[in-house]
């Protein structure tokens, strides 16, 4: 991507552009409720991209001690496969990186091929899968895990 990016803290002003990306992403969309739930606590971090002022992706991730789950990423239509997602995703891994993390795990569908291509470039490899997870179509869950050094 020529244009900078900026990854800022999420802010509760940012919810409504997030929610926008988030129905447009996924087929069960989290809540605002669960965002705003999860936004305060400590062990989230909770960040939105901006390209020109606009919030064009998020991310919201969970640390305890040595270990991280990514528990949410998406871009919004009109800028996907441009390197929003892989700059979200170098700016997780050397967050985790800085704090001492060494693992991160996350879940991905099966059928969704872009982002388990993108996980899979930062090493991601899937070491598990949970079973009728995704209550939409009863997909399995792939469980991914990276190693830091």
Not at 45 to 65: N, P, T
Not at 93 to 101: P, Q, S, W
Request: proline fraction near 5%; charge should be neutral.
């Amino acid at each position: 991507m020529a244009e900078t990016l900026a990854i800022v803290p999420f802010e509760e002003g940012d919810l409504d552009v997030i929610m926008g990306i988030e129905n447009a992403s996924f087929p069960t969309p989290w809540t605002r409720q669960c965002y705003l739930d999860l936004a305060p606590l400590d062990s989230i971090s909770f960040f939105v991209v901006k390209l020109k002022g606009e919030i064009v992706g998020y991310m919201l991730y969970q640390r305890w001690a040595e270990e991280m789950e990514l528990h949410t990423i998406a871009v919004s239509p009109s800028h996907r496969r441009t390197g929003v997602a892989k700059k979200m995703m170098e700016h997780m891994t050397a967050d985790a990186e800085k704090r001492g993390v060494k693992r991160i795990f996350l879940q991905v569908r099966p059928s969704n091929a872009p982002a388990r291509s993108l996980y899979t470039s930062f090493g991601f490899h899937v070491i598990g899968a949970r079973r009728g997870y995704y209550r939409d179509n009863f997909e399995d869950a792939l469980v991914m895990r990276m190693e830091l050094p």
